[in-house]
Nanobody
C-alpha cells in the first residue's frame, strides 16, 4: 500500500535551517508529482512547494517561501526533500508530503517544524 513518512522536523531558531524528508513506498515514485503542504494552528492547510514527476522535475513554490525553501527528489531513494532556509516564526507548522494517484490523494502523518528563539 502507499505510504509516505515524513521526518526531519524540529525546533529551530529564526534564521536557521532544516531539511525535511519524505520516504515513499508502495507506488512507482518517479512517475508522480510530489507536494509539500503545511498547516499552522488555526489556519488552513497551505501548499508550500511541488515538484514534477516522470523525469520532468519542474518546481513551484508559494510566494511566502520563494528564495528560502527548495524542493527536490531522489528517485533512486524514493524520497522527496524540502530544504528550509532562513526560517521565520511564521513558518511554524506541521509539514506534510502528499501525492495523488488518481483518484486518491495520499498524505503522510506530518512532521512538526517550530521556529522560535
Amino acid at each position: 500500500q502507499v505510504q509516505l513518512v515524513e521526518s526531519g522536523g524540529g525546533l529551530v531558531q529564526p534564521g536557521g535551517s532544516l531539511r525535511l524528508s519524505c520516504a515513499a513506498s508502495g507506488f512507482t515514485f518517479s512517475r508522480y508529482p510530489m507536494r509539500w503542504y503545511r498547516q499552522a494552528p488555526g489556519k488552513e492547510r497551505e501548499l508550500v512547494a511541488d515538484i514534477g514527476g516522470g523525469g520532468g522535475g519542474r518546481t513551484n513554490y508559494a510566494d511566502s517561501v520563494k528564495g528560502r525553501f527548495t524542493i527536490s527528489r531522489d528517485n533512486a531513494k524514493n524520497t522527496v526533500y524540502l530544504q528550509l532556509n532562513n526560517l521565520k516564526a511564521e513558518d511554524t507548522a506541521v509539514y506534510y508530503c502528499t501525492t495523488t494517484i488518481w483518484p486518491t490523494g495520499y498524505w503522510g502523518q506530518g512532521t512538526q517544524v517550530t521556529v522560535s528563539s
